[in-house]
């Protein structure tokens, strides 16, 4: 129970508090939607490879619940940032290609995941993997952030 039960409670949590901090900091800031998700994902990283780097289960469990709690900061935010950066006659197309991507990758991820451990390949090497993928993740809502940015300017 201890590896997974808290995982759902805390995303949903996180999920309400994402799509909350974001709504309020959007209002004085359209980059809002894209600045939440972006710090909700520097404190998820280092959450997940401490959690993997570490052989104390408390601390283990705590860095997943953070990286779980923010993680998901991203997930609330997916269809606002598409409304921000695509012409709104592609949006309802843009949303199905993003989740189709979300569904080949999570599948293949996952069976992925599992000839990786039939292999017995090292899995906190994998977790950290992920969190570089993270931060590359970061990297990339900071140059929509100034390309948005760039666009009202101009406009």
Do not use: E
């Amino acid at each position: 129970m201890y590896a997974t039960g808290y995982l759902h409670p805390i995303s949903l949590v996180g999920g309400l508090v994402g799509g909350y901090l974001t709504d309020r900091w959007s209002r004085k800031n359209p980059a809002g939607r894209l600045l939440v998700p972006a710090i909700a994902l520097l404190i998820a990283a280092p959450a997940i490879f401490i959690a993997s780097s570490t052989s104390v289960v408390f601390i283990a469990i705590v860095g997943f619940m953070f990286y779980t709690f923010t993680r998901i900061f991203s997930d609330v935010n997916m269809m606002p940032i598409l409304c921000l950066i695509a012409d709104n006659r592609y949006l309802a197309t843009g949303y199905g290609v993003l989740n189709m991507f979300a569904c080949i990758v999570g599948g293949l991820g996952i069976y992925a995941s599992g000839l990786l451990r039939d292999a017995n390949f090292q899995m906190d090497s994998l977790f950290k993997v992920a969190a570089a993928l993270l931060l590359l993740s970061v990297l990339l809502l900071f140059m929509i952030k100034s390309n948005l940015k760039l666009k009202t300017s101009i406009d």
